[in-house]
């Protein structure tokens, strides 16, 4: 993969090293645990942006997270959360929203643990269709075990459980979340810093399941097995063969190492949702109307 | 004494549960003395379909092995049941059927084809029939058709007539009625668990469709409109669970309902709820396993999974009612117990009892009325910092739900530090793991003794020890037995854990001999109480082909 020079602007200087968004921040937690190079600490600062462009009460979000290097964003936000166990953040943020409908319910996890074990669990949640969102990390195995393959591991991709190179066909995550229901399906990289907050605000803000997958560098495990090289690198490597194309066929959102893939958003449907059909059956059973 | 069985059998879709629940029914308006019994393959056509509905003088605790009426609805239940038929006993069947002995045919298949064009209705012929040889209330019966049926009710109430005509006069007669209307309930195991649920302050249930615990799933689901209970069936139980704790995390009050093999898919949310001090009430109807098993037969086969599943060290409530009544007491003593001590709860229940009908006194709401046991939203505000884990001497923390104030509720499936946050500090791990088992301290303070029937003195008798839904059994054996100028005791168990040890060690020392009575093979009470107590009993009686213990059965082996 050819690496560029570019001249860059020095990015503005922040008072005293502090994170603009520190107030949704348990600065007490700080520093994190994640890789330098690694794509999920701008994942968490699109997503605080977006919070605060929306001027969110952060006591009205719940972010739930499952295990892996994307379940410590649960530990790192200054919200109510919960870090689940393995596979389970979609389960609990369920039940979470049908007990406390007035909360917003934010899964943040990996693609591991919401595409393997947790798999079932999110094609019935998208089904479902009840005002959660869910943010996978994909990074294309499982970082914080060692670089285990995963669900989403390219064909070929060499990890500790695939020494040999992966023999199994990976998900396409768009286009499961598309097939499976998903009224709102978009990808990102994690070098679209912008594009990922506005995507998060239209997540935030509209009604039913909202899937948003962004492709982030892993340059400790998967990166440096496949010889990727830094987590700079990668995203470079994404720069140039991210293509966007909003409103493509799920079906065409294949990735394949070495060639252009497309981002952008797929889905954007108005579908009658869980919470709306059941305030509908509540008002029809005391004879009222919405 | 009087005591009838009346048994109902036929294949299923023949309609025998809906003929058996109209009798029962009208047997309950007529302020009769009832135990019902529902048997069933494990498919929705064909197979045996059974209902047994005993009628007594006194209590009836259970239910019986032979049969003074036979009402079979085919060739092979005919066949199946003949041998159980006491003597003196009475036969009603299908005019075409073969059978031996004292046998009142009705064609009733023809009359229901012929005279109401509704072949359908020809099991309302038969429950006509055998209503008439019975002599129960026939007015009372309509009455209830009528409530079943609505709209049809008309040509239902025409198929009874027609079969009480053909069958002519009683030959039986039932025992006299012990009660008014309103002065007791009719109800399953399976009902009493889901009201007790809801009087408890139960708002939520996820679940995923296992027999015999859906029979709770479905009941909550029929309430919901009434009571503003979400009930939402998960995609497997795994969902099931966690779904559940995700709304106790919320501040409300949980159930998830399952049998063995929901239940250990459920384990590791189990574990979950112990860690993160999350209260969620579990219900397991048990049925034979391993494995599938027999789906719809019962058996107590879960109690050591119950009482060990899960990976780790945490405190837990089981309990395993032994009536319908005490399933609806129990079950909101598990809602307070879960929710006091901020530990999962385990109700065991199994198919016998959850499906089978029995009376009680008016359940009392108001005695099992819920006490919050959540941080008011106020104090929590006051609050200069919140710890959702702050070390105690109680071991229980404060809980509030989160969302109610600016304070965090932090929970973490990892080890986590009084705040919350995950740690792997040594010092606070062994500060957590003793706080959490701290609990257990006093929830062991606040589990009843097991019960002692017939009260006094154990010297020189035989201790039949039992656990859960054979109570009726095993007592009405310790009758018979007794009566026989037998010396027997039961000590029966329905809160088995943490397990009362101390008025154990006083029985065992008392009693000439000490037998275990169990619905499994390995003697699975008895195992626990030589692992908590050291000491063993010296005998064991065991069924586990899927069918419940009875006063007969316990008798025989006893006799052995």
Redesign the interface.
């Known amino acids: 993969m050819p690496v560029k020079e570019k001249k860059q602007a020095p990015p503005p200087e922040i008072a005293q090293g502090r994170h603009p968004m520190e107030k949704y921040l348990?600065t007490d937690?700080i520093p994190h645990i994640w890789c330098a190079g690694c794509g999920l600490g701008t994942t968490v600062s699109s997503f605080l942006y977006a919070m605060d462009n929306l001027g969110l009460d952060p006591?009205?979000v719940?972010v739930?997270s499952g295990?892996g290097c994307t379940g410590?964003v649960a530990?790192y936000v200054?919200?109510?959360?919960?870090?689940?166990?393995h596979?389970?953040p979609?389960?609990?943020?369920?039940?979470?929203?049908?007990?406390?409908p007035?909360?917003k319910a934010v899964v943040f996890s990996g693609d591991g643990d919401l595409f393997a074990i947790g798999g079932?669990?999110f094609?019935?949640a998208a089904r479902r269709n009840l005002d959660i969102n869910v943010i996978c990390v994909n990074n294309l195995n499982y970082g914080m075990t060692g670089g285990q393959a995963g669900p989403t591991t390219p064909l070929g991709g060499r990890c500790t459980t695939s020494p040999y190179g992966n023999f199994e066909h990976p998900f396409n995550l768009v286009y499961l979340a598309a097939s499976a229901g998903a009224p709102y399906v978009a990808r990102w990289t994690s070098l679209d810093v912008r594009r990922l907050q506005r995507a998060i605000e239209e997540m935030l803000v509209r009604k039913g399941f909202a899937f948003l997958e962004i492709i982030a560098p892993c340059p400790t495990n998967y990166g440096r097995r496949n010889k990727l090289g830094e987590g700079l690198d990668e995203l470079r490597y994404y720069a140039e063969h991210a293509v966007i194309e909003h409103g493509a066929d799920p079906a065409d959102t294949e990735i394949l190492p070495g060639k252009d893939f497309l981002v952008g958003k797929f889905v954007d449907e108005e579908e009658p949702t869980y919470w709306e059909m059941y305030q509908d059956k509540v008002a029809e059973?005391e004879g009222g109307r919405r | 004494m009087m005591d009838i069985v009346i048994r109902l059998a036929g294949a299923a879709g023949q309609g025998v549960q809906t003929v058996g629940e109209v009798l029962a029914r009208a047997a309950f308006r007529s302020g009769l003395s009832l135990y019902a019994e529902q048997s069933y393959h494990s498919r929705i056509r064909g197979g045996e379909n059974a209902f047994a509905l005993r009628l007594t003088e006194g209590t009836a605790w259970g239910t019986r092995e032979d049969t003074d009426l036979l009402v079979a609805l085919n060739q092979e239940m005919l066949d199946n049941y003949l041998p159980t038929v006491a003597d003196g006993g009475l036969v009603v069947c299908e005019a075409e059927l073969e059978a031996a002995g004292k046998v009142i045919r009705i064609p009733a298949g023809q009359m229901a084809k012929d005279e109401l064009n509704l072949p359908i209705a020809a099991n309302m012929v038969m429950l006509g029939a055998a209503a008439r040889v019975v002599g129960i209330d026939e007015q009372v019966l309509s009455e209830v058709v009528r409530e079943a049926f609505g709209d049809k009710a008309e040509l239902n109430l025409k198929a009874l007539a027609l079969g009480g005509e053909h069958a002519g006069k009683p030959l039986l007669q039932v025992p006299l009625s012990t009660y008014s209307r309103g002065e007791r309930m009719l109800l399953t195991g399976g009902e009493a668990v889901g009201a007790g649920a809801i009087a408890a302050g139960c708002r939520?249930l996820?679940s995923y469709p296992m027999t015999p615990g859906t029979a709770v799933l479905t009941y909550m689901a029929n309430q919901a409109?009434r009571w503003g209970l979400?009930v939402?069936q998960?995609?497997?139980e795994?969902?099931?669970?966690?779904?559940?704790?995700?709304?106790?995390?919320?501040?409300?009050r949980?159930l998830v309902t399952t049998s063995g093999g929901g239940f250990a898919l459920m384990v590791?949310?189990l574990s979950?709820a112990g860690m993160i001090e999350t209260p969620v009430v579990i219900h397991i109807g048990q049925r034979p396993a391993p494995a599938t098993g027999l789906p719809t037969r019962t058996g107590q086969e879960e109690l050591l999974f119950a009482v060990h599943a899960g990976h780790g060290e945490f405190p837990r409530y089981v309990v395993a009612p032994r009536t319908a009544e005490e399933a609806f007491y129990l079950t909101a003593k598990a809602f307070d117990l879960a929710e006091k001590y901020q530990i999962p709860a385990l109700i065991l229940t199994d198919q016998y009892l959850v499906d089978s009908y029995s009376l009680c006194e008016p359940l009392d709401a108001g005695r099992v009325a819920p006490r919050s046991y959540l941080l008011p939203a106020g104090e929590l505000a006051a609050m200069e910092s919140y710890d959702r884990f702050a070390l105690t001497a109680s071991g229980i923390s404060p809980r509030a739900?989160?969302?109610v104030?600016?304070k965090?509720?932090?929970?973490?499936?990892?080890e986590h530090d009084s705040y919350g946050?995950?740690t792997e500090d040594l010092q606070i791990r062994r500060e957590m793991t003793e706080k959490r088992l701290r609990k257990e301290l006093a929830l062991r303070e606040d589990v009843a003794p097991p019960t002692l029937y017939p009260d006094g003195s154990l010297e020189g008798r035989t201790v039949l020890l039992g656990w859960g839904s054979t109570y009726g059994a095993i007592r009405e054996a310790v009758d018979m037995l007794n009566a026989d100028g037998g010396s027997y005791a039961l000590v029966h168990f329905s809160e088995v854990w943490p397990l009362r040890t101390q008025e154990l060690e006083g029985f065992f020392a008392e009693a000439a001999c000490v037998v275990a009575v169990e619905g499994n093979a390995t003697g699975q009470l008895a195992r626990l109480v030589a692992q908590q107590t050291g000491l063993r009993v010296q005998g064991r009686i065991g069924r586990y082909d899927g069918r419940p213990l009875t006063a007969e059965g316990i008798v025989r082996e006893v006799g052995r």
């Open positions: 348990r937690r006591d009205s719940a739930i295990i410590r530990g200054r919200m109510d959360s919960y870090h689940t166990t596979g389970r979609i389960p609990f943020a369920t039940g979470l929203k049908l007990a406390k007035d909360m079932n669990h094609i019935h059973l | 939520y996820s409109g979400v939402e998960a995609e497997d795994i969902a099931a669970i966690n779904m559940a704790l995700g709304a106790a995390y919320a501040g409300v949980s590791e949310g979950l739900a989160p969302g104030s600016e965090l509720v932090l929970v973490d499936s990892d946050r995950i």
